[in-house]
């Protein structure tokens, strides 16, 4: 069974910077394409995961156009572990943040996610 496990959120002042890590096993990583979301906690807590960006196995790279400006995935097969860095954040940006894998059958593996905290 896959698992993936994210790391390095924080607290961050406005214009701060983070480095999130995602930790996998249990499937072939290195073809397997990985995502990050977020969700806002508190009283947005009831909207659904908004998707962030995708690094493909062959390193192919979307972002969603809300922080393609300030984010960059990256992935380092030979630690099976994708990368995501954020800029400039903004408190908007308060989530708490999710790493997937899309699996080949279909599954999307999530972990239980990085609480990011964004506040002068």
């Known amino acids: 069974q896959g698992q993936v496990v994210e790391s390095g959120g924080g607290w961050v002042q406005p214009g701060g910077s983070l480095r999130l890590s995602c930790s996998a096993s249990g499937f072939y990583f290195t073809i397997t394409p990985m995502a990050w979301y977020r969700q806002a906690s508190g009283k947005e807590a009831g909207k659904e995961r908004e998707?962030?960006?995708?690094?493909?196995?062959?390193?192919?790279?979307q972002y969603a156009n809300s922080m393609k400006d300030r984010v960059a995935i990256s992935r380092d097969n030979a630690k099976n572990t994708a990368f995501l860095d954020m800029n400039n954040l903004k408190p908007e940006d308060t989530s708490v943040y999710y790493c997937a894998a899309h699996l080949p059958t279909g599954e999307l593996v999530w972990g239980k996610g990085t609480v990011v905290t964004v506040s002068a």
């Open positions: 998707w962030v960006a995708t690094i493909f196995g062959g390193g192919t790279i």
